[in-house]
């Protein structure tokens, strides 16, 4: 069973642009949902995280939107630069203990900004 | 100073052999995670550990055993390699257990042969 799922699976870009990526979920006990970065060769590197008490959280070019009725999350790459190019995964995780603590992740996005 | 440091970097083995991958975090982070990413991509929970609990996601084969000697340290072990192990497997670990704010190693290329 997939808890989130991620689209699309690559997108490509030109410089300047405005990338999206959507991100929806189906537990309702999930409360903080993180976008990862992946360059290859590395491991993932956190980008931005929201938690559902908020619809929209802003960090330099990155934003996400945030819709807990919907059930989905987003991340926007305003002005994409090629420095962009890597894989971007949504995660997301609830409260308490057991597994419900673990990150579960959407399955990437390679995005390519093309100059 | 790297934060969470993964030993070796890659690993190429024989079908049937047991290997172990280590990994030290020098953030004093509570919860420490091994991640497995295939070939797609897709990064899946293996196990958490937080020195009082230890969960294992049940696809998990029993092959694999993390060993966590300290806070700071949790080693991958895995006994009678398959194909299928084949991977690139991550460390990671976070200040508290409810998933926020990991921080992952640089990765083990793991393949068998």
């Known amino acids: 069973q997939q808890q989130v799922k991620q689209s699309p699976q690559s997108l490509i870009v030109q410089k300047g642009g405005i990338s999206i990526i959507n991100c929806a979920y189906e537990?309702?006990?999930?409360?903080?949902f993180p976008w990862y970065q992946q360059f290859p060769g590395k491991g993932p590197a956190l980008l931005i995280a929201?938690?559902?008490?908020?619809s929209e959280k802003k960090e330099g070019r990155f934003t996400i939107s945030f819709n807990k009725s919907a059930k989905q999350f987003s991340l926007h790459i305003m002005d994409s630069q090629p420095g962009d190019s890597a894989t971007y995964f949504c995660?997301?995780?609830?409260?308490?203990?057991?597994?419900?603590?673990?990150?579960?992740f959407g399955k990437g996005t390679k995005l390519s900004v093309k100059p | 100073d790297t934060a969470v440091s993964q030993t070796p970097k890659y690993l190429v083995t024989q079908m049937g052999n047991d290997k172990s991958i280590k990994c030290e975090q020098n953030?004093?982070?509570?919860?420490m995670y091994w991640y497995k990413q295939d070939s797609k991509k897709f990064l899946k929970i293996m196990f958490s550990?937080?020195?009082?609990?230890?969960?294992i996601n049940e696809t998990v084969p029993n092959r694999f055993s993390p060993k966590s000697p300290d806070k700071a340290h949790l080693n991958l072990h895995i006994n009678s390699l398959e194909l299928g192990d084949s991977a690139v497997y991550f460390c990671?670990?976070?200040?508290?257990?409810?998933?926020?704010?990991?921080?992952f190693g640089s990765g083990t290329r793991l393949t068998v042969v």
């Open positions: 929201i938690r559902p008490d908020v």
């Open positions: 953030l004093g982070h509570d919860t």
């Open positions: 550990y937080n020195n009082k609990e230890l969960i």
């Open positions: 537990n309702t006990a999930f409360d903080y």
């Open positions: 995660a997301a995780s609830g409260g308490g203990g057991g597994s419900q603590g673990n990150l579960i």
């Open positions: 990671a670990s976070s200040q508290v257990y409810y998933g926020y704010g990991y921080t």
